[in-house]
Every structure is written in structure tokens, then in C-alpha cells.
């Protein structure tokens, strides 16, 4: 009996864990579509009126997006990014950067 219920809860644990994955990995797209991919493109690669985010690593990209947010990084344009990387939260910049690592 102890065996079949702490195989249940192992299993549900694990079958939990992964749908949260997967909603983080929903989430992430989401977010890049929606405040993301108008300037850096749907793969990242848009470069007329941004850099792309193509190529950047997890920690790269945290890194400057975190910079936006302290308002302590970017060129002459960077209002915009200061705006947009103050209304995301670090987790949102986490998985941002999980999903554009992927490009």
C-alpha cells in the first residue's frame, strides 16, 4: 500500500513538473510574439530597426536585458528596451532568454 501511494505521488509529481515546463516553454513564446518579435522578427534574426537577439546566449541575453532594466546598458535607442525590460519580471527575463537561446 505504502508503495503504490508514494508511486502515485512520485508519478503526479513528475507528470506536474512537466506540464509547468511545458506552460513556462507557452509562456515564453507568448511573451516573445507579443512584446518581442515586432523589431527582433519571429526568429530573432530582424536587424533593420533592432539587434538581433539570434545568436545570444541564455546568459548574454539576461545579462543585457537586465542592463536595460537597470537603465545601465544600451546605445542611443535604448529607451524602448528600458521601458519594455521594466515591465517584464526576472522570471519573464529567464525564460525569455531560455526561448531566444533556442534560435
Known sequence: MKL??????ALSLALG???LAAD????????????????H???GSKTILS???????????????????AKTYGGSKKA???K???ALSDADIKAL???????
Open 4 to 9: 503504490t501511494l508514494s508511486l502515485t505521488l
Open 84 to 86: 519594455l525590460a521594466a
Open 24 to 39: 513556462a516553454a507557452t509562456d515564453a513564446a507568448a511573451l516573445y510574439n507579443s512584446k518581442c518579435a515586432s523589431c
Open 17 to 19: 513538473a512537466t506540464a
Open 51 to 69: 539587434k538581433p537577439v539570434k545568436g545570444l546566449s541564455a546568459e548574454d541575453f539576461t545579462k543585457k536585458m537586465m542592463g536595460y532594466k
Open 80 to 82: 524602448g528596451m528600458e
Open 41 to 43: 522578427g519571429k526568429d
Open 97 to 103: 532568454a531560455a526561448y531566444t537561446s533556442k534560435f
